[in-house]
């Protein structure tokens, strides 16, 4: 995800704000920007990281070259990285600042270097040992920004920066490094894939009232970790899909969804990102119009690639529905393998209670599991469990898989650009899945 603000949010004069192809650009070969022959200075090759293992350390050694035509006093070195990034050792001549999310930024840590020593022109320079990144055991798909400067970098308003406490980094003369040529680039995108895994799931539910009734619907979402997710710019990590059973329409909507034709509906996860270890309740009212025999719904996940997550038992589950006054009829369990048969019953607390979520262990983490409002209804709306349809209220248990927080709130506007892929579900809906 790019950090593109270019107000307060932005480290002036530094490459701290990401452009729109950060996270696509592999950092081949220095780009060619404006701000080069204004500055001098110009980075060298950073190669991407690939297959990094969490835990290890990421040596990051940027080497550049002052392209002007004097000699400069002092430069700066900056480098912003995204939340699945920690640091090691920060040399004394360095400050931090942690930078928090925004709507459509999540956090992430900025680091400024500053080297008082003369940089003559045409010499290739560089850090005399790496400023050293680790991979955080939320690591995935990672981003780097490095920059080079002739003037002190701003940092974003209210950040309180950190002075490091190792020893003080120096710059040295790289003779065998070719020198960039006039016009290069002073930042460079630098990406980082780590091999690691997220599991998304969803969560069922069942619904039992007699005819007539209005009844309430709770369905989870979850990331059960250890990564984070960050999509590519102008993409959402993941969305889902939520069909009811027939016999039951919908009478109020979760605020992040969008109906798709028919009853289903689309939803998204609030934040473009998904956080470790979060969730998301969706809550709709739904009235129990009339009995059908064999009626069911289905929570699934969106079409978007997952090559992460490699459970997929748990990417649908079942909405059941029971309605008395009528043909009784019930459904499956709370979760599904891609509406497979079998499954045993999900049941937990009443439709009239209040569904929260946990609290997030990242950076931008946050309780933030939000519905229709509650108001009088009669019969019962029950949730699932995530795994095997636990009992409660909030929603099902999330106990096997460590989620606990909600997504940050976006609002609704996100679903618009999933709805085409409902219109799939929308289908299915009509022609009834065979068990």
Request: glycine residues 16%; aromatic residues 4%.
């Amino acid at each position: 995800m790019p950090f593109s603000s270019s107000g307060p949010r932005a480290v002036r004069q530094t490459a701290g704000a990401f452009g729109a192809v950060a996270l696509i650009a592999l950092c081949a070969a220095p780009a060619v920007a404006a701000d080069g022959p204004a500055t001098g200075l110009a980075l060298g090759t950073i190669a991407p990281f690939d297959k990094v293992k969490p835990g290890s350390e990421l040596p990051l050694s940027p080497a550049f070259t002052n392209t002007g035509t004097a000699a400069l006093d002092k430069v700066w070195l900056s480098y912003s990285a995204t939340r699945g990034l920690g640091q090691t050792a920060l040399p004394s001549n360095c400050l931090s600042y942690t930078v928090g999310s925004a709507a459509e930024e999540p956090g992430h840590a900025q680091v400024v270097c500053e080297f008082d020593q003369p940089v003559q022109t045409g010499v290739v320079y560089a850090p005399e040992r790496p400023l050293n990144l680790k991979a955080l055991d939320r690591a995935l798909y990672e981003h780097v920004q490095v920059a080079v400067d002739s003037s002190a970098p701003v940092p974003d308003d209210g950040a309180t920066p950190v002075h490091g406490t190792a020893p003080a980094l120096k710059l040295v003369e790289r003779p065998d490094e070719k020198t960039p040529p006039a016009g290069a680039a002073s930042s460079a995108d630098v990406a980082v894939t780590a091999a690691n895994a997220a599991d998304f799931q969803v969560g069922g539910a069942q619904l039992k009232g007699k005819a007539g009734d209005t009844v309430t619907l709770r369905v989870r979402f979850a990331n059960a970790g250890p990564a984070w997710v960050l999509p590519q710019p102008g993409q959402r990590a993941a969305h889902v899909l939520i069909t009811l059973p027939e016999g039951t329409s919908a009478v109020r909507t979760d605020k992040l969804c969008t109906n798709t034709g028919a009853e289903s509906y689309a939803c998204n996860t609030g934040a473009p990102w998904v956080n470790e270890h979060e969730s998301r309740t969706y809550t709709f009212k739904v009235k129990l119009d009339k009995a059908v025999p064999g009626a069911r719904g289905y929570v699934e996940l969106g079409s978007e690639a997952r090559p992460f997550d490699h459970v997929k038992k748990n990417d649908t589950a079942r909405i059941a529905l029971s309605v008395t006054g009528g043909t009784d009829t019930t459904g499956g369990g709370s979760t599904g393998d891609g509406g497979s048969k079998g499954g045993g019953g999900s049941t937990g607390g009443t439709g009239s209670t209040t569904s929260t979520g946990g609290t997030g262990t990242g950076t931008t983490g946050g309780t933030t599991t939000t519905g229709g409002t509650t108001g009088t209804t009669s019969g019962t709306g029950t949730t699932g469990d995530l795994t095997t349809g636990g009992s409660g209220s909030t929603g099902g248990s999330l106990a096997s898989t460590g989620a606990g927080s909600a997504l940050p709130l976006a609002g609704a506007a996100g679903a618009a650009v999933i709805v085409g892929a409902g219109v799939v579900v929308a289908a299915r809906r009509r022609g009834r899945r065979e068990d």
